[in-house]
T-cell receptor, first 110, second 115 residues
Framework: GQNIDQPTEMTATEGAIVQINCTYQ??????LFWYQQHAGEAPTFLSYNVLDGLEEKGRFSSFLSRSKGYSYLLLKELQMKDSASYLC???????????FGKGTMLLVSP | DGGITQSPKYLFRKEGQNVTLSCEQN?????MYWYRQDPGQGLRLIYYSQIVNDFQKGDIAEGYSVSREKKESFPLTVTSAQKNPTAFYLC??????????????FGPGTRLTVT
């Protein structure tokens, strides 16, 4: 089975940098996704890590360490519109299914 | 414009009634999924289908049923056997081929309230 842990809530200031962590225990997985979800809306794709290391995409970066069972999402130059829930998800071995963490609610204040 | 549609956005039902949630995609994706989301919770997988006329139970399939008669459509029925049906239901699809074959694209969701 899979077990995924994320902090429940985080707060940060506009213009700052924030790191959202995701730790997991699993018997095997093929990759790790990060999704953003605004309240009452559909999740939208942010990043996908298969190999260890950092993937950078504009203001957003994601890091994976398989040996440490750890990933993080780094958001730079925070904007008010970044206030949302951030979901970490593992792609299960052998299947196209994902197992999601409970999400981290990020509140960006002026 | 390609995408996934779910209807209706809000749905109200009385306890004891079955209700069917619609999910349609025109992305030509092979795989489709149904999730349930409760307040403060992540997404939990109800059912998924990787090809037409085939589907598998997810982690919380009890009290739900699905069909996959067409590639574009994957309706979910919430039966009266589902003990706590009030939730936000999300449908998703993924291509299974291409640059990122396992990225899931989500519909706007249906918020079901059962009283």
């Amino acid at each position: 089975g899979q077990n995924i842990d994320q902090p429940t809530e985080m707060t940060a200031t506009e213009g700052a940098i924030v790191q959202i962590n995701c730790t997991y225990q699993t018997s095997g997985f093929n990759g790790l996704f990060w999704y953003q979800q605004h309240a009452g809306e559909a999740p939208t794709f942010l990043s996908y890590n298969v190999l260890d290391g950092l993937e950078e995409k504009g203001r957003f970066s994601s890091f994976l360490s398989r040996s440490k069972g750890y990933s993080y999402l780094l958001l730079k130059e925070l904007q008010m519109k970044d206030s949302a829930s951030y979901l970490c998800a593992l792609r299960n071995s052998g299947y196209s299914t994902l197992t999601f963490g409970k999400g981290t609610m990020l509140l960006v204040s002026p | 414009d390609g995408g996934i549609t779910q209807s209706p956005k809000y749905l109200f039902r009385k306890e004891g009634q079955n209700v069917t949630l619609s999910c349609e995609q025109n992305l030509n994706h092979d795989a489709m999924y149904w999730y349930r989301q409760d307040p403060g919770q992540g997404l939990r997988l109800i059912y998924y289908s990787q090809i037409v006329n085939d589907f598998q139970k997810g982690d919380i399939a009890e009290g739900y049923s699905v069909s996959r008669e067409k590639k574009e459509s994957f309706p979910l029925t919430v039966t009266s056997a589902q003990k706590n049906p009030t939730a936000f239901y999300l449908c998703a699809s993924s291509p299974r081929t291409g640059v990122n074959p396992y990225e899931q694209y989500f519909g706007p969701g249906t918020r079901l309230t059962v009283t």
